[in-house]
């Protein structure tokens, strides 16, 4: 078992930035792909970015490419999304969600271990 703990969600303006962190615990956070999701009312749940258990290899989503930064610190289990320039769009439920596997994966049903969600809400 591993429990996510998803922080750092909030309102802010259009153009602004939060920093969201996920702690991991209860297994090696290194054994594991991470990813974040996100999920606005009405709609599925869709990758935002992806990282490899390493760190050396990254996916975004093309909606946030060139804003938004994943990162991980696995000596401390924790992984991070830096979001900048944020849009009213951006506005939804984030999750981060770990993954016993190799490869990098953008969809949820390979994810083994979610969080609880944090909203984040951009104003226009």
């Known amino acids: 078992q591993v429990q996510l703990v998803e922080s750092g969600g909030g309102l802010v303006q259009a153009g602004g930035s939060l920093r969201l962190s996920c702690a991991a615990s209860g297994r090696t956070f290194s054994n594991y792909v991470m990813g974040w999701f996100r999920q606005a009312p009405g709609k599925e749940r869709d990758i935002v970015a992806a990282?490899?258990?390493?760190?050396?290899?990254?996916y975004y989503a093309d909606s946030v490419k060139g804003r938004f930064t994943i990162s991980r610190r696995n000596a401390e289990n924790t992984a991070y999304l830096q979001m900048n320039s944020l849009k009213a769009e951006d506005t939804a439920v984030y999750y981060c969600a770990v993954a016993l596997r190799l490869a990098l994966s953008r969809k949820p049903g390979s994810y083994d271990y979610w969080g609880q969600g944090t909203q984040v809400t951009v104003s226009s």
């Open positions: 990282i490899s258990r390493t760190g050396d290899t990254k």
